[in-house]
């Protein structure tokens, strides 16, 4: 399962999404040059990479998160150098696309906060994969249980506001 969930991330559009969003920041270059480049993609049909989502029709509510994370990571480990470039791509790209559904997906920050932290580029879907192991895992076991796929729109129904219990105190 792991192995073809691993599968799936191959090539550009997917596990490669985040270098590839870093690749456009740096050929993007500027903040002036944003509005250029979109008009530029929008006119040629072109995709821009970390926008758009199969599921979410809205900003990613991860890339929500990430962002902020983001944000908390430059005031500590000082300034990226692509974030403006980043803020003001989104910002566009929101107005021209958004009509159609096209906002930041969770590609669109991981690449800047993977580079923040000193993670070279090629092991970014590494990293990404990593993280995500226990949960497809768990997700994997919970559809074996009942035989059914479940997709992102699902309601988690278990219990809320559970007290955090350390780990060298668990059982």
Partial sequence: MVASAVGTLAGPLHGGANEEVLAVLQKIGSVERVPEFVDDCVQNKCRIMGFGHRVYKVKDPRAIILQRLAEELFEEKGYDEYYDIAIALEKVVEERLGQKGIYANVDFYSGLVYRKLGIPNDLFTSVFAIARVAGWLAHWK??????????PTQIYTGPHNCPYIPLHERL
Wanted: hydrophobic letters at 40%; charged letters at 40%.
């Fill in 142 to 151: 919970e559809q074996l249980e009942i035989n059914r796929i479940f997709r």
